[in-house]
């Protein structure tokens, strides 16, 4: 059974920084892009960034370049995103997404029709 699971959302105030997780499992994690979506109140979903297999290729939008990075341990199957100087514009649901094969989706920034296997979504709210 695939689970998708991301933690480590809350309540920031502006300038802050939160480090969301994501755990998955019942899917071949170590050869899976991995891909962090968000969506505020209103408006449609967005590609944060997304990480290739190895690590070696990243994708960011523009609105959170230089302030997030994404990351992963393939041995514990886990993916992080560190939030720095976060805004309130960064405040929505942010989501965990996995291919579940190989892709070089962070080419053509991330997109999620190229991911598979989703998780439920952590809140992440930024106070001003």
């Known amino acids: 059974q695939v689970q998708v699971v991301e933690s480590g959302g809350g309540l920031v105030q502006a300038g802050g920084s939160l480090r969301l997780s994501c755990t998955a499992s019942?899917?071949?994690?170590?050869?899976?892009?991995m891909a962090w979506f968000r969506q505020a109140p209103g408006k449609e979903r967005e590609g944060v960034s997304c990480?290739?297999?190895?690590?070696?290729?990243?994708y960011y939008a523009d609105s959170v370049k230089g302030r997030f990075t994404i990351s992963r341990d393939n041995a514990k199957n886990t993916l992080y995103l560190q939030m720095n100087k976060l805004e309130p514009e960064d405040t929505a649901i942010y989501y965990c997404?996995?291919?579940?094969?190989?892709?070089?989706?962070?080419?053509?920034?991330?997109?999620?029709?190229?991911?598979?296997?989703w998780g439920q979504g952590t809140q992440v709210t930024v106070s001003s």
């Open positions: 990480i290739n297999s190895s690590g070696s290729g990243t």
């Open positions: 997404a996995a291919s579940a094969y190989y892709t070089n989706s962070y080419r053509r920034a991330c997109p999620a029709v190229e991911f598979g296997a």
């Open positions: 019942g899917l071949p994690f170590a050869v899976s892009t």
